[in-house]
């Protein structure tokens, strides 16, 4: 949060106006200690919180600036229970608006009318968040005559009348503003209601939907004469179901009981906390996610003339300047490369760092436009949407930082480690499998991004012996048709492609003894074909069904790690957008993998430590772009949540105004060529670093002024690089590389210093990862065993799974990461059974070998089956596709129990897929 006088002392919408006003909405969540301390001591203004009845707000007064902001109510919960609320006429807009926001405005008039008057000559605004927002247009109304500089909202719900918004539009124009984000619900109830003022509307990736004229009154006459109600209001079936949700949630949680929410601030009612998960749009309406949004776009127009441009020009110039916060700072990697004009520290490398300019490193690419064209020569391989992949030189990084079309690059890397018949029975499966119900997912598709499957296994192949594997794309491999190659409606053009018919004409030549599989399609290391097994195995020998066990298969064999006879690495987050990319077009029909399209659930079991944790990072992005936000239909992503809880590899570190703290970590000799951290601190606060090795060396301190660091510590070249104001979400990173160079990297007690310059965050706290890998030589000393979920399963619309065992009460594995995620979203959304599950085993003579296997790894699979059960359930009944959200919610409501409390570890509850099945298909 930030709020300076200058940005809001002048009339007239600026996205720093927005960042300011949004702040103070934030702030008037605070308890009343805490937003005393930052109006005075951080901010430097003058201010107070004031309350009467349910109605909370505060001021914020500059020596020029004057600002009213009021927060939403902490009854969310019951609001929702009963939108049909009548209008009643106000005096104030001449016309009818929602009865209960007047009666709302009316127990705190007085206070603000006070406020007004202290406010002075200054330049005055009003603003809210949720049902503050429409407080806040009542008391802008009120006080018209005062000619505030506008009233913004966020979040706002429709409240008026068609001869309110005729009011509201001739009375205000352009200067009233409400920003939405995404399918934020309230923005779209009561339907009874309607909208004006200027829209502006941001997708799920953030990017700003509503173009043309901006809100300085240039050409929008027309458009706020219009409804503009941005995202559609929801049905009169929908409100109805969101009523009656609202009312069972609502009367099922203790209307006195607190927890903490950040949905509507620090502390809200339990119902508002079981809300978010099992309403579609409410997660999109918590304040933190419109902070988030204001304040990237006041950082990408810091440099400029920030007002609202009339066309795209405001939002589209990048900022010249790198090291002011340009796209040298949207990397998420280094550029591995000769010169010095590579930015942030680089990746552990695989090889030796020399590598020329002409070198090229895959990246994945976040656009402003999809009118962007590469630089020449640059490779692409996936392109959909606001996100691309490829590969690029030095030189095209160079190109691409100064392209205004290029919003954020990151620069793939290797991932982490893999994580890891009654689990089926367990949740219900089984259930649907038999008569009367009869349901075994052939109207759908399992796709896997993994290690791949043993394409002899008979778990993967129908009766009469032949595959069902519709192709199965081998990053790796090399010597036969890429993607592209046989099919031009891909345009992956690495790897190997193998088809449906040519993996028969592969088993018809093994059994016959002509020919001997590749070892490649064996899967030697065998995890994805133990996944396989769970989401869509057919019984066979000792394996029971799984999940799905007539369902289609879709395997990509990724490509994240690098090996002497292999092709360059393509690093985790080029590999898996490509394959997610792949994935869906293949399931979209029409090509020679599949001509009739087909539902598609996809099942990812590897992920990565290091990141933001937060879903703004381009991969996690990437990953939301792909099912469109979670609003495509037929098209669901499932991660496996992760092993880490156990494992030492997240720390959190408190650290105080103007003190030192230390973060310490126990290295073993075990050789590697890099340890690799990432740490993310608040936008707010101020903290240098500087290393010490086990030598006692140590490193200067890394801050703002001085932000990289290079130096050699007992033998090991230790890289440090912090980035003020990430661009991805305005948080600061710190990147940490500890090298085998010259010797091989220190064991013992390695130490990372912290001094917090200025904390002036609520946390002040400094959050850090290690990658993790196969021989974990990294453990914290103090470790914290929340927000260790494995990125990209804390992406927004990707249901990330914890692991049980298949008992009741059930028991969540020892290792099974942790929520929440580092922006308070509840992540898990489930668990399901991932201890000892029993599938197939693979690349032996036994062809129907099974293995017993733990993990989350194992879990997700679970789900991803009942996925791909509901969609070839729906596709034979004719009913509509649903979309990832959809399925999200269905999978919190439904779990085991009562989906009214959600748990670091275990989510909203176990897995039950015939209640999920029963609630999506009757």
Not at 233 to 261: K, M, N, Y
Not at 532 to 547: E, F, K, Q, S, W
Not at 657 to 679: I, N, P, Q, V
């Amino acid at each position: 949060m930030q709020f300076t006088d200058e940005w809001v002392a002048q009339r007239g919408f600026s996205w720093k106006a927005a960042y300011a006003l949004v702040s103070a909405c934030r702030l008037s969540y605070e308890p009343t200690a805490e937003s005393r301390r930052v109006l005075g001591q951080v901010w430097r203004v003058q201010g107070r919180v004031f309350r009467a009845g349910s109605t909370e707000g505060l001021l914020a007064m500059g020596p020029r600036s004057a600002v009213i902001a009021f927060r939403g109510t902490q009854g969310l919960a019951d609001w929702m229970s009963n939108l049909q609320i009548p209008p009643a006429h106000s005096a104030a807009f001449g016309a009818a608006v929602h009865s209960g926001f007047l009666a709302a405005y009316a127990t705190v008039a007085h206070l603000v009318d006070r406020a007004v008057q202290e406010a002075g000559g200054r330049t005055l605004w009003f603003t809210g968040h949720s049902l503050g927002g429409a407080i806040a247009v009542i008391a802008a109304a009120h006080h018209r005559a005062r000619h505030p500089a506008g009233v913004v909202t966020f979040g706002q719900p429709r409240m008026l009348s068609d001869g309110a918004a005729g009011f509201m539009t001739s009375a205000f124009g352009s200067s009233y503003v409400r920003v939405v984000n995404d399918d934020d619900v309230v923005a779209r109830i009561p339907i009874i209601y309607r909208h004006s003022g200027r829209l502006l509307h941001f997708d799920f990736a953030g990017a700003l939907e509503s173009e043309g004229a901006g809100p300085d009154g240039r050409g929008v006459a027309a458009e706020v004469a219009a409804e503009n109600d941005g995202p559609a209001r929801v049905s009169p079936e929908e409100e109805a179901a969101i009523e009656r949700t609202a009312r069972a949630v609502d009367a099922a949680v203790p209307g006195g009981e607190l927890e903490f929410d950040g949905l509507e601030g620090r502390v809200a009612r339990g119902a508002d906390v079981a809300i978010e998960g099992v309403i579609p749009g409410v997660p999109a309406h918590r304040i933190d996610a419109y902070v988030q949004l204001m304040r990237v776009r006041a950082l990408a127009t810091e440099a400029e003339d920030d007002t609202f441009d009339d066309g795209a020009g405001a939002l589209l110039r990048p900022r010249d300047d790198d090291t002011e916060g340009g796209l040298e700072s949207s990397f998420e990697m280094g550029f591995e490369a000769d010169d010095a004009e590579s930015g942030d520290a680089a990746p552990p490398p695989q090889t030796p760092r020399a590598s020329p300019r002409s070198a090229r490193q895959p990246v994945v690419i976040r656009l402003r436009s999809e009118a962007w064209v590469p630089p020449a020569g640059m490779p692409v391989s996936s392109r959909f949407g606001q996100f691309a992949t490829g590969r690029a030189s030095a030189a095209d990084i160079d190109a691409l930082r100064r392209d205004p079309m290029v919003g954020a690059i990151e620069v793939s890397r290797e991932a982490g480690i893999e994580e890891l018949d009654e689990s089926v029975r367990f949740v219900g499966a089984a259930d649907i499998h038999r008569p009367p119900i009869d349901e075994r997912g052939d109207q759908a598709i399992v796709g896997l991004i993994d290690t791949g499957v043993d394409i002899l296994h008979q778990a993967f192949r129908r009766p009469d012996g032949s595959t069902r594997l519709l192709a199965l794309w081998d990053q790796r491999g090399s010597g036969g048709a890429t993607p592209a190659a046989q099919d031009a409606a891909f345009t992956q053009d690495h790897g190997r492609l193998y088809l449906g018919a040519e993996i028969d004409a592969l088993i018809a030549a093994h059994e016959a003894g002509r020919q001997e599989v590749p070892e490649r399609l064996r899967d030697l290391a065998g995890h994805g074909t133990h996944v396989a097994g769970i989401a869509a195995g057919r019984a066979v020998g000792g394996m029971a069904d799984g999940m799905a066990p007539e369902a289609a298969i879709l395997c990509v064999v990724a490509a994240i790690t690098q090996r002497p006879d292999e092709p360059p690495s393509v690093g985790y987050s080029m590999s898996h957008v490509d394959a997610l990319a792949f994935l869906r077009r293949a399931a979209q029909g029409g090509t020679a993998v599949l001509a009739p399209p087909l539902p598609i659930a996809i099942n990812v079991s590897l992920g990565m430590n290091a990141g933001a944790h937060d879903g703004s990072t381009t991969l996690e992005a990437a990953f939301d772009a792909i099912t469109g936000g979670g609003r495509d239909p037929d098209c669901v992503i499932v991660k496996s949540a992760g092993n880490e809880r156990g494992h030492a590899g997240h720390a959190k570190v408190s650290v105080a105004d103007g003190l030192l703290a230390d973060l310490s970590w126990t290295s073993s000799s075990r050789f590697r060529e890099a340890d690799y951290f990432e740490a993310w601190i608040d936008g707010m606060d101020d903290v240098a670093f500087r290393l010490i090795a086990p030598s006692g060396e140590a490193s200067v301190f890394t801050s703002f002024d001085a932000p990289e660091t290079e130096v050699t510590l007992g033998g090991n070249l230790c890289r440090l690089h912090l980035k003020e104001l990430h661009p991805d979400n305005g948080a600061h990173r710190l990147v940490i590389s500890i090298l085998a160079q010259p010797e091989a990297i220190q064991s013992g007690a390695w130490r990372l210093e912290m001094h917090g310059r200025r904390m002036v965050s609520a946390a002040r706290e400094v959050h850090i990862w290690v990658e993790r890998t196969q021989e974990r030589p990294i453990r914290f000393d103090t470790q914290d065993p929340e927000m260790t979920l494995s990125v990209p399963g804390t992406a927004r619309t990707v249901i990330a799974v914890g692991a049980c065992n298949s008992e009741v009460p059930s028991r969540l594995n020892d290792s099974s990461s942790w929520g929440l995620t580092r922006d308070g979203r509840r992540k898990p959304e489930l668990c399901a059974p991932g201890f000892q599950i029993r599938s197939a085993q693979a690349g032996g003579s036994d062809l129907q070998a099974v293995v017993a296997k733990s993990g989350t790894s194992m879990a997700a699979p679970h789900v991803t089956g009942a996925i791909a059960l509901v969609m070839s359930r729906r596709r034979k009944l004719g009913l509509a596709p649903l979309n990832a959200v959809q399925f999200q919610t269905a999978l919190i409501r439904t779990v085991r129990g009562s989906p009214l409390h959600h748990h670091v570890g275990a989510g909203y509850g176990v897995l039950d897929a015939r209640a999920l099945f029963e609630d999506l298909t009757t």
